[in-house]
Protein backbone atom coordinates (compact mmCIF):
# COMPACT_ATOMS: atom_id res chain seq x y z
CA UNK A 1 0.00 0.00 0.00
CA UNK A 2 2.96 2.40 0.38
CA UNK A 3 4.45 1.74 -2.51
CA UNK A 4 0.78 2.12 -4.02
CA UNK A 5 0.81 5.75 -2.39
CA UNK A 6 4.27 6.87 -3.26
CA UNK A 7 3.43 5.89 -7.06
CA UNK A 8 0.77 8.06 -7.28
CA UNK A 9 2.69 10.95 -6.02
CA UNK A 10 5.80 10.56 -8.08
CA UNK A 11 2.93 10.51 -11.32
CA UNK A 12 1.41 14.06 -9.78
CA UNK A 13 5.28 15.28 -9.29
CA UNK A 14 5.60 14.42 -12.78
CA UNK A 15 2.39 16.18 -13.87
CA UNK A 16 3.50 19.31 -12.42
CA UNK A 17 6.25 19.73 -14.53
CA UNK A 18 4.68 19.52 -17.47
CA UNK A 19 4.99 22.77 -19.58
CA UNK A 20 4.00 24.36 -22.86
CA UNK A 21 6.04 26.07 -25.52
CA UNK A 22 4.59 29.09 -27.05
CA UNK A 23 5.51 30.76 -30.25
CA UNK A 24 7.10 33.54 -28.84
CA UNK A 25 10.35 34.66 -30.73
CA UNK A 26 10.88 38.21 -31.83
CA UNK A 27 9.35 37.49 -35.04
CA UNK A 28 6.29 35.79 -33.80
CA UNK A 29 5.71 39.23 -31.81
CA UNK A 30 6.20 41.41 -34.46
CA UNK A 31 3.95 39.33 -36.87
CA UNK A 32 1.56 39.73 -33.94
CA UNK A 33 1.98 43.50 -33.69
CA UNK A 34 1.15 43.72 -37.65
CA UNK A 35 -2.23 42.53 -36.78
CA UNK A 36 -2.98 45.56 -34.63
CA UNK A 37 -4.27 49.08 -36.37
CA UNK A 38 -1.69 51.04 -35.36
CA UNK A 39 -1.20 54.68 -35.61
CA UNK A 40 1.83 56.09 -37.79
CA UNK A 41 4.12 55.25 -35.05
CA UNK A 42 7.60 53.38 -35.75
CA UNK A 43 8.68 53.36 -31.95
CA UNK A 44 7.22 53.75 -28.79
CA UNK A 45 6.24 57.11 -27.72
CA UNK A 46 7.33 59.16 -24.67
CA UNK A 47 3.16 60.05 -23.99
CA UNK A 48 0.70 58.01 -25.83
CA UNK A 49 -2.11 60.95 -25.10
CA UNK A 50 0.12 63.89 -26.36
CA UNK A 51 0.91 62.20 -29.66
CA UNK A 52 -0.72 63.03 -32.83
CA UNK A 53 -2.64 61.23 -34.71
CA UNK A 54 -5.96 60.98 -36.81
CA UNK A 55 -8.77 62.86 -35.43
CA UNK A 56 -12.11 61.05 -35.71
CA UNK A 57 -15.74 62.97 -35.91
CA UNK A 58 -18.87 61.90 -34.76
CA UNK A 59 -21.67 64.20 -34.37
CA UNK A 60 -24.46 63.11 -30.83
CA UNK A 61 -22.14 63.94 -28.29
CA UNK A 62 -22.28 66.90 -26.27
CA UNK A 63 -19.47 68.50 -24.62
CA UNK A 64 -19.62 66.59 -21.39
CA UNK A 65 -19.38 63.33 -23.14
CA UNK A 66 -17.00 64.10 -25.66
CA UNK A 67 -13.48 62.61 -25.01
CA UNK A 68 -11.99 65.77 -27.14
CA UNK A 69 -13.58 68.84 -28.32
CA UNK A 70 -16.60 69.74 -30.29
CA UNK A 71 -15.78 71.87 -33.22
CA UNK A 72 -17.40 74.40 -34.83
CA UNK A 73 -20.12 72.05 -36.94
CA UNK A 74 -20.61 71.14 -33.13
CA UNK A 75 -19.14 67.35 -33.77
CA UNK A 76 -17.00 65.83 -31.36
CA UNK A 77 -13.38 65.29 -32.32
CA UNK A 78 -11.03 63.38 -30.69
CA UNK A 79 -7.79 61.05 -31.45
CA UNK A 80 -7.64 57.52 -31.50
CA UNK A 81 -4.25 56.67 -30.75
CA UNK A 82 -2.21 52.80 -30.67
CA UNK A 83 1.73 51.83 -30.84
CA UNK A 84 2.55 48.22 -30.61
CA UNK A 85 6.02 47.27 -30.66
CA UNK A 86 8.07 44.38 -30.24
CA UNK A 87 11.95 44.09 -28.43
CA UNK A 88 14.26 41.30 -27.44
CA UNK A 89 15.79 42.19 -23.76
CA UNK A 90 17.80 39.23 -22.66
CA UNK A 91 17.01 36.92 -25.30
CA UNK A 92 13.59 37.22 -24.54
CA UNK A 93 11.13 38.87 -26.62
CA UNK A 94 8.85 41.74 -24.98
CA UNK A 95 5.51 43.70 -26.24
CA UNK A 96 5.42 47.59 -25.70
CA UNK A 97 1.60 48.43 -25.95
CA UNK A 98 0.23 52.12 -26.06
CA UNK A 99 -3.23 53.06 -26.33
CA UNK A 100 -5.16 56.43 -25.42
CA UNK A 101 -8.50 53.82 -25.16
CA UNK A 102 -10.26 55.53 -27.53
CA UNK A 103 -11.85 53.32 -30.45
CA UNK A 104 -10.97 54.15 -34.15
CA UNK A 105 -14.59 54.38 -34.92
CA UNK A 106 -17.39 56.87 -33.49
CA UNK A 107 -18.81 55.00 -30.41
CA UNK A 108 -22.89 55.84 -29.00
CA UNK A 109 -23.42 56.54 -25.30
CA UNK A 110 -26.62 55.92 -23.64
CA UNK A 111 -26.03 57.32 -20.48
CA UNK A 112 -24.43 59.82 -18.27
CA UNK A 113 -20.99 58.37 -18.26
CA UNK A 114 -18.46 60.64 -20.43
CA UNK A 115 -15.38 58.74 -22.38
CA UNK A 116 -11.96 59.71 -21.62
CA UNK A 117 -8.94 59.61 -23.19
CA UNK A 118 -6.61 56.89 -21.00
CA UNK A 119 -2.40 56.67 -20.71
CA UNK A 120 -2.37 53.19 -21.31
CA UNK A 121 1.09 52.01 -21.49
CA UNK A 122 3.28 48.64 -20.62
CA UNK A 123 5.34 46.39 -21.61
CA UNK A 124 5.59 42.87 -20.80
CA UNK A 125 6.99 39.49 -22.21
CA UNK A 126 5.72 38.04 -25.24
CA UNK A 127 3.59 35.09 -25.11
CA UNK A 128 5.32 33.17 -22.45
CA UNK A 129 5.69 29.74 -21.51
CA UNK A 130 3.07 28.31 -18.79
CA UNK A 131 2.73 25.50 -17.16
CA UNK A 132 -0.16 23.27 -18.05
CA UNK A 133 -1.20 22.79 -14.81
CA UNK A 134 -0.45 25.99 -12.74
CA UNK A 135 -1.33 28.96 -14.88
CA UNK A 136 -2.03 31.15 -11.89
CA UNK A 137 1.33 30.70 -10.48
CA UNK A 138 3.35 31.75 -13.90
CA UNK A 139 0.46 34.47 -14.26
CA UNK A 140 1.68 35.75 -10.83
CA UNK A 141 4.98 36.08 -11.76
CA UNK A 142 4.51 37.76 -15.18
CA UNK A 143 2.67 40.48 -13.41
CA UNK A 144 5.24 40.59 -10.71
CA UNK A 145 8.96 40.42 -13.08
CA UNK A 146 7.27 41.07 -16.21
CA UNK A 147 5.96 45.01 -16.31
CA UNK A 148 8.22 47.72 -16.72
CA UNK A 149 5.46 50.65 -16.67
CA UNK A 150 1.53 50.79 -16.19
CA UNK A 151 0.21 54.18 -16.03
CA UNK A 152 -3.85 53.16 -15.22
CA UNK A 153 -5.24 50.75 -12.97
CA UNK A 154 -5.69 47.53 -14.11
CA UNK A 155 -7.76 45.80 -12.10
CA UNK A 156 -10.79 45.30 -14.53
CA UNK A 157 -8.05 45.11 -17.81
CA UNK A 158 -7.74 41.74 -19.48
CA UNK A 159 -6.00 43.08 -22.10
CA UNK A 160 -6.09 45.25 -25.41
CA UNK A 161 -7.78 45.04 -28.19
CA UNK A 162 -6.25 45.35 -32.12
CA UNK A 163 -7.75 48.36 -32.31
CA UNK A 164 -6.37 49.79 -28.96
CA UNK A 165 -9.56 49.66 -26.68
CA UNK A 166 -9.31 48.23 -23.55
CA UNK A 167 -10.52 44.59 -22.98
CA UNK A 168 -12.59 43.54 -19.51
CA UNK A 169 -13.19 40.62 -17.74
CA UNK A 170 -16.53 39.11 -18.15
CA UNK A 171 -17.54 40.14 -14.50
CA UNK A 172 -19.52 43.71 -13.86
CA UNK A 173 -19.19 45.51 -10.98
CA UNK A 174 -21.61 43.38 -8.86
CA UNK A 175 -19.18 40.11 -9.93
CA UNK A 176 -21.90 38.28 -12.09
CA UNK A 177 -21.15 37.88 -15.69
CA UNK A 178 -22.10 41.07 -17.47
CA UNK A 179 -24.45 39.58 -20.53
CA UNK A 180 -25.83 36.54 -19.19
CA UNK A 181 -26.07 37.65 -15.41
CA UNK A 182 -27.74 35.23 -12.53
CA UNK A 183 -30.92 37.79 -12.12
CA UNK A 184 -32.16 37.64 -15.15
CA UNK A 185 -31.25 37.47 -18.75
CA UNK A 186 -28.79 41.12 -20.19
CA UNK A 187 -31.20 44.39 -20.47
CA UNK A 188 -27.96 46.50 -21.97
CA UNK A 189 -25.31 44.92 -24.49
CA UNK A 190 -23.76 48.38 -24.88
CA UNK A 191 -23.79 49.61 -28.89
CA UNK A 192 -23.39 47.40 -31.61
CA UNK A 193 -19.76 47.02 -31.01
CA UNK A 194 -20.86 45.92 -27.52
CA UNK A 195 -18.65 48.24 -25.83
CA UNK A 196 -19.68 50.98 -23.37
CA UNK A 197 -17.77 53.41 -20.92
CA UNK A 198 -17.01 52.11 -17.25
CA UNK A 199 -18.34 54.27 -14.30
CA UNK A 200 -14.37 55.86 -14.72
CA UNK A 201 -14.92 57.05 -18.74
CA UNK A 202 -12.89 54.07 -19.90
CA UNK A 203 -14.15 52.38 -23.04
CA UNK A 204 -14.06 48.61 -23.41
CA UNK A 205 -15.51 45.55 -24.52
CA UNK A 206 -16.66 42.35 -22.81
CA UNK A 207 -16.87 40.18 -25.86
CA UNK A 208 -15.51 39.23 -28.84
CA UNK A 209 -16.45 42.40 -31.00
CA UNK A 210 -16.20 42.46 -34.99
CA UNK A 211 -16.14 46.34 -34.94
CA UNK A 212 -12.32 45.48 -33.94
CA UNK A 213 -11.49 43.90 -37.53
CA UNK A 214 -13.58 45.95 -39.36
CA UNK A 215 -14.59 49.52 -37.51
CA UNK A 216 -18.33 50.96 -38.36
CA UNK A 217 -18.45 53.58 -41.18
CA UNK A 218 -20.34 56.68 -39.64
CA UNK A 219 -22.44 57.40 -35.78
CA UNK A 220 -23.08 53.87 -34.32
CA UNK A 221 -25.94 52.97 -32.37
CA UNK A 222 -26.94 51.22 -29.79
CA UNK A 223 -27.72 47.25 -29.70
CA UNK A 224 -30.90 47.61 -28.66
CA UNK A 225 -32.22 49.87 -31.62
CA UNK A 226 -30.99 46.64 -34.25
CA UNK A 227 -33.91 44.25 -33.96
CA UNK A 228 -31.09 41.32 -34.25
CA UNK A 229 -29.26 42.51 -31.98
CA UNK A 230 -31.67 43.16 -29.25
CA UNK A 231 -33.68 39.65 -29.38
CA UNK A 232 -29.86 37.68 -29.37
CA UNK A 233 -26.59 39.63 -28.53
CA UNK A 234 -24.67 36.91 -28.12
CA UNK A 235 -25.39 35.48 -32.06
CA UNK A 236 -25.45 38.68 -33.07
CA UNK A 237 -22.06 39.20 -32.20
CA UNK A 238 -20.71 35.74 -34.05
CA UNK A 239 -22.47 37.67 -37.33
CA UNK A 240 -20.03 39.84 -37.08
CA UNK A 241 -17.40 37.23 -37.78
CA UNK A 242 -18.57 35.59 -41.16
CA UNK A 243 -15.23 36.77 -42.93
CA UNK A 244 -13.18 35.52 -40.14
CA UNK A 245 -13.93 32.18 -39.31
CA UNK A 246 -10.59 30.73 -38.51
CA UNK A 247 -7.82 31.47 -36.17
CA UNK A 248 -8.13 35.56 -35.63
CA UNK A 249 -5.58 37.65 -33.51
CA UNK A 250 -8.22 40.02 -31.69
CA UNK A 251 -5.74 41.43 -29.27
CA UNK A 252 -3.44 40.57 -26.66
CA UNK A 253 -3.89 39.80 -22.72
CA UNK A 254 -1.91 41.98 -20.14
CA UNK A 255 0.18 39.02 -19.08
CA UNK A 256 1.24 38.89 -22.22
CA UNK A 257 -0.64 36.05 -23.97
CA UNK A 258 -2.57 36.15 -27.33
CA UNK A 259 -6.52 36.60 -27.57
CA UNK A 260 -7.95 34.90 -29.78
CA UNK A 261 -11.05 33.83 -31.11
CA UNK A 262 -13.83 33.44 -31.73
CA UNK A 263 -13.07 30.43 -34.02
CA UNK A 264 -10.57 27.54 -34.15
CA UNK A 265 -8.24 27.04 -36.84
CA UNK A 266 -10.58 24.69 -38.22
CA UNK A 267 -13.73 26.51 -38.19
CA UNK A 268 -14.72 25.25 -34.71
CA UNK A 269 -17.05 28.18 -32.71
CA UNK A 270 -14.61 28.20 -29.26
CA UNK A 271 -17.55 28.49 -26.38
CA UNK A 272 -15.00 29.59 -24.26
CA UNK A 273 -14.62 32.93 -26.20
CA UNK A 274 -15.06 35.63 -23.48
Given at each position: ????????????????????????????????????????????????????????????????????????????????????TCTLENSIARIKIQSNGLPPYCPVLSGIVPLREQNIDFAVNFNPDVSVLEPRINMMIQIDIGYSRLFVSVNSIAGISIDGVPIFNVDSTSNQDVYYPITGPPTDWGDQCFAHPSLDSIYHYHIDSGCALEPPVGQTTLCNNIPPCRRDGASYSMSMFRDYQNLTVLGVAKDGHVVYGPYTPDRYYSKSRR
Open positions: MAQRYLTIILLLAHLRAISTRASNSLIDCQAIAQQFTTSNFTRPVANITVASEINMSCCGMNATLCPGRIDSNGNCVFESKLCV
